[in-house]
């Protein structure tokens, strides 16, 4: 079976019929869950295998944002919190050591508790860099403002996701930290000169080039193209994110239904193709825009099919773990600090 080049997002806590009849007819490469799909463990579990069934793929990714912070979409009272990337930073500054063991006992921690549901990728890490003056989209989800300390905290959330068989999905490329607007309502543009985007946003990235999948950034920088955000710019996809950041894993849009971009979905699906991702994504649920977002998303070929090939093999089995043991561990060293 031939899958499409979008990942959905459903409605509810179990599929409805239609979303059961548009999974069959055309074949997502992936899912995404919300809150609004999250009610109990048994109830998650279900979901998850029910999309894996109705899609007739046993490997089927299911995604999910749990970062920790304001950014979790599993919760309370059946999830436990954890901390936001700041307070990873914030330790990092003091021991840097620490801080990355931190960040490492976070990511796997959340890992534990994905890998429980069936869940297989994470929409993490960020590799944002905050300025002065940016809107507070990103705020305390940022490990820092240094590139290089980003990067490592950023590698060490990675190897924590990955040792607890959970793939990683980088976050926004080429960067999302001098964003001056929460690009879920409009489109901001950044107007930083390209060698001061090099040392500091694309620096950021670059060590973690070897990822298997990440996600771009709806943010025009006008030094680069000044009509397009990133995640339609075809100039930004090919001569940053591949050839200067050097990323060659699966690219995906942001929510093509985020207000930052324009025209229809079926246009900003065209758009985002064209552009040069490989997979649309579509987070709100709703199968009429879904629609829109099949009809233009192209069957799965070619060098995008073979970077998502990669994408799911990069997937190891999980390491033995003691949940407990960690969560103490963390607890102790976030304590240190407070949490951000």
Not at 13 to 20: G, N, V
Not at 177 to 197: I, N, Q
Not at 258 to 269: D, K, P, V
Request: charged share 25%; hydrophobic share 45%; net charge negative.
């Amino acid at each position: 079976m031939v899958n499409r080049a979008f990942i959905t997002g459903v409605s509810g806590f179990e599929l409805t019929d239609a979303e059961r009849e548009f999974i069959r007819a055309e074949r997502p490469w992936g899912f995404i869950l919300f809150k609004r799909n999250v009610e109990t463990p048994d109830q998650v579990s279900a979901l998850v295998r029910e999309c894996r069934s109705v899609a007739g793929r046993a490997d089927a990714p299911v995604l999910i944002d749990q970062e920790g912070g304001r950014v979790q979409r599993l919760g309370p009272p059946h999830w436990p919190v954890y901390p936001a990337g700041a307070a990873f930073g914030a330790l990092y500054d003091r021991d840097s050591q620490l801080g990355l063991a931190a960040a490492r006992l976070s990511a796997s921690l959340i890992a534990a508790d994905l890998g429980a549901l069936g869940i297989t990728v994470d929409c993490l890490p960020l590799a944002d860099v905050p300025v002065e003056g940016a809107d507070a989209v990103i705020g305390n989800r940022a490990y820092g403002t240094d590139p290089a300390k980003v990067a490592a905290i950023a590698r060490a959330v990675t190897d924590g996701l990955e040792q607890g068989g959970i793939l990683p999905v980088l976050k926004h490329i080429p960067g999302h930290g001098r964003a001056t607007a929460d690009t879920h309502f409009r489109l901001p543009t950044v107007d930083t000169v390209r060698s001061e985007l090099e040392r500091t946003d694309f620096a950021a990235f670059r060590p973690l080039a070897d990822l298997p999948m990440a996600m771009t950034a709806h943010v025009v920088f006008s030094a680069l193209d000044p009509a397009q955000p990133a995640t339609t710019s075809a100039t930004i996809i090919q001569q940053v994110i591949r050839d200067g950041i050097g990323f060659q894993g699966l690219l995906m849009s942001d929510d093509v239904s985020m207000n930052a971009l324009s025209g229809s979905i079926a246009e900003r699906t065209r758009a985002i193709i064209s552009a040069g991702c490989d997979m649309v994504l579509h987070c709100n649920g709703k199968l009429d825009e879904m629609r829109e977002v099949a009809r233009e998303a192209p069957e799965l070929t070619g060098e995008a099919l073979e970077r998502a090939k990669r994408a799911l093999a990069a997937r190891k089995p999980p390491l033995p773990f003691d949940r407990l043991a960690a969560r103490a561990e963390l607890d102790g060293l976030i304590g240190q600090v407070g949490t951000a």
